[in-house]
């Protein structure tokens, strides 16, 4: 390699950094979205090196379903605390309460699709004109399309097929009154890249990703952790297994994988010999070949 | 532990392909994916549920890259789709785009970033049409490797004869064009051949395989590393107790290496001023070269802003308000003589007026239609434009980075063309 010759992981860095600013530099108002997961992590990181020795110009913004992993919550709370960054809460329960969302019943209720109605709230609330995800392009095909900055109307809508066209390194966030930008800086990196920049770069994660013992249940193939928020079918019961969660969101619906993935370097061990993809534990992505490409349309990021 | 290492050493190479369904395009890519492991168990599942609804036999692997609805049940490919694979030397970006006419804009939008254009070639046909259309973009887009797949070339019954007459049209329509470095590679993405394995059936071929070519091609040479290049992107002041007085200007290098202690001049204001540090957040770097993001101070105060650019005292861009352009028009709205559109450029915005069409291009003969000066969805054209203000460039041809510019629709705020400086 030429001394003149970045590698993969860095020059994946030096594009996030490079759009990051560029969203500082285009955006009146913008925030980023911070679930608590890997990506998001990596994006808080990515965030802090691109306005070095500068604090993030933007805040934070956690859409809280309520039905979180006890261990996020008391990860992104230390985090903030540390790095003495800005962290706003946005709680689905209060679109409940407003009336504005409405709980899913049965068996297999979930928060997941009720995200999108706080989310839209929550960015209308705070006026803010963009909001940045760490969605990657290798994670589902509907995301394989979509550009780094990815336009929505004013109702925050995606349409897929008139996108604008993205060249080079030129992003054009113009936009009208009331619509708004949804941008994914992370668009390129792959599920090994993540990994291989946490153990690189020596990222801090919650413990879940790690192996560890807990009660699960299997409905259809996908192993669901004991939580309050789940109700076992009369043929179903809880038994302990050794997981580790692959991507962390909402606990109703984020399937837990069997492991014994202790350390960084077992974990990209696996991630390199493994056959099903990381949202194939994605019980709301099972709901039909197009489910993510319909969520998206409706303003889910 | 190994493999780990390995990993962390690895190059990125951006590639793009075009092409129909019937070259064989999803079918090599869907080897390079599958024998990658990147394609994934449940994935192919899907696949295969989805081919057999359909009614179709076997797996279809442009379900696998053709992700929106639409684009499924056309069974056509609207837009790019970005596609990765890894290999234990390097990963892989694929921009997969279709290859019809009517879809210029997503051919020209995939090869924007390609270190190198994949072009497939039905052996059976031959040279036809849609190869020299992509060439010429591949051309046009200065993508620095091209890679010549002469596919099916077990139908041809692997004849040396065949694949020598397709190496030769190419290369003699290729003269025409401004291509530096092509590859030709008879291979069977069908059966493998010369994909990944060397190919048993071919003797008489003694290049490397497809993905010994992308795995091995050099591509520390893709950037400019001569003419320092330092567009402004973003100030950082953080005006806190630890750092009361730090004025950092962040952004890309886009040409040539910068170093601490070097000379620079400040466009537009000309001003001049010593590299005071280069600060990552890992720490400050002995040098900068493209494409790492970082921060530099300066020696001096001096006012600097978003859309200033860093460059050296004796190695100038060009500094101008007139410009002529090759441009691709990309949205339906036709381009308005002597209309007026935001231009964005390096981290510039300004508007500019288009003055003059020059000639439209035949992307299929090349020829220069200097009649016909309509300018619509796909076309190709030569166009001089004035901006409000003096942008700070250089050609295409010697920078990707610098000579690149897009037009903005000021109406409907859509990206409408790309263009490169000539």
């Not at chain 1, 969203?23 to 009146?28: G, R, Y």
């Not at chain 2, 190198?116 to 046009?140: C, M, N, P, W, Y």
């Amino acid at each position: 390699m030429s001394s003149y010759n970045l590698t993969h992981l860095k020059e994946l860095e030096s594009e996030a950094i490079f759009i990051l600013r560029e969203v500082a530099a285009q955006f009146e108002k913008p925030v980023m979205l911070f679930s608590g997961g890997k990506d998001s992590i990596i994006m808080f990181h990515l965030a802090r090196k691109a306005f070095h020795p500068g604090k993030i110009p933007f805040p934070l913004m956690h859409v809280d379903t309520g039905h979180n992993f006890p261990e996020t919550i008391e990860f992104r709370d230390r985090l903030m605390e540390e790095t003495g960054e800005t962290l706003i809460v946005k709680y689905v329960q209060d679109s409940i309460d407003k009336g504005t969302a409405v709980e899913e019943t049965g068996v297999n209720a979930s928060r997941n699709g009720l995200q999108t109605v706080t989310l839209l709230e929550g960015l209308e609330e705070g006026k803010y004109d963009c909001a940045m995800g760490g969605a990657r392009r290798d994670e589902e095909k509907a995301r394989a399309k979509e550009r780094f900055f990815s336009h929505r109307d004013e109702f925050g809508q995606w349409d897929p097929k008139n996108q604008r066209p993205e060249l080079w390194n030129l992003f054009n966030g113009k936009k009208k009154m009331g619509e708004h930008f949804r941008i994914f800086p992370i668009s390129n990196w792959t599920e090994m890249d993540v990994w291989q920049y946490i153990l690189h770069e020596k990222i801090e994660l919650p413990s879940l990703y790690f192996s560890h013992k807990r009660e699960v249940v299997n409905r259809d193939g996908v192993l669901l952790g004991k939580c309050d928020y789940i109700q076992l079918k009369n043929s179903e019961q809880w038994e302990e297994k050794t997981v580790r969660c692959r991507t962390i969101g909402d606990m109703t619906c984020t399937g837990v994988a069997e492991s014994d993935a202790g350390t960084l370097e077992e974990i990209i061990e696996e991630v390199a010999t493994t056959r099903v993809t990381e949202r194939g534990g994605r019980a709301d992505d099972k709901r039909s070949e197009a489910a993510m490409e319909d969520r998206k349309k409706e303003g889910y990021f | 532990m190994s493999e780990t290492k390995g990993y962390l050493d690895m190059e990125l190479l951006r590639f793009t392909t075009a092409g129909s369904v019937d070259d064989g395009k999803s079918t090599l890519i869907g080897r390079l994916l599958y024998d990658s492991k990147a394609i994934f168990e449940d994935q192919m599942e899907l696949l295969e549920e989805t081919s057999k609804q359909r009614g179709e036999e076997g797996v279809n692997l442009a379900l696998l890259t053709d992700g929106l609805r639409s684009e499924r049940e056309q069974g056509i490919t609207i837009d790019v789709a970005y596609r990765y694979f890894a290999t234990p030397k390097r990963k892989f970006i694929i921009a997969d785009t279709p290859g019809h006419i009517q879809y210029t804009r997503n051919m020209v939008t995939g090869a924007s970033t390609a270190n190198l254009a994949l072009l497939l070639v039905d052996a059976r046909h031959g040279v036809i049409e849609q190869t020299k259309r992509h060439a010429f973009i591949a051309s046009l887009l200065q993508i620095p490797h091209i890679a010549v797949c002469i596919n099916k070339m077990d139908l041809v019954d692997h004849s040396q004869e065949a694949f020598e007459k397709i190496k030769a049209d190419f290369e003699s329509f290729a003269s025409k064009l401004e291509i530096k470095d092509v590859h030709f590679i008879p291979i069977s993405a069908l059966n493998g051949d010369n994909v990944v394995d060397r190919s048993e059936n071919m003797d008489w071929y003694e290049g490397s395989t497809l993905m010994h070519l992308l795995e091995n091609i050099h591509i520390g040479s893709d950037q400019n590393h001569v003419d320092c290049r330092f567009p402004v992107q973003y100030v950082v002041r953080p005006q806190s107790a630890e750092y009361p007085d730090y004025r950092g200007y962040a952004g890309r290098i886009e040409g040539g290496v910068f170093k601490p202690g070097d000379e620079v001049t400040v466009l537009p204001s000309g001003f001049t001023s010593k590299i005071k540090a280069i600060d990552t957040f890992d720490g400050e770097v002995e040098q900068a070269f493209s494409p790492m993001s970082v921060c530099m101070t300066l020696e001096d105060d001096i006012d600097i802003s978003r859309g200033d650019m860093l460059v050296r005292e004796n190695n100038k861009p060009t500094v101008e308000q007139d410009i002529d352009i090759m441009i691709c028009w990309m949205n339906e709205k036709k381009m308005i003589p002597r209309g007026k559109y935001t231009i964005r450029h390096t981290s510039q915005t300004a508007r500019c007026i288009i003055k003059e069409v020059k000639y439209k291009m035949d992307i299929n003969t090349l020829h220069r239609n200097e009649a016909d000066r309509e300018i619509g969805l796909n076309d190709i054209g030569r166009i001089t434009i004035r901006t409000t203000k003096p942008l700070f460039f250089d050609s295409y041809r010697r920078n990707r980075n610098t000579g690149s510019i897009i037009l903005v629709d000021e109406a409907t705020n859509e990206t409408v063309a790309a263009g490169m400086i000539i």
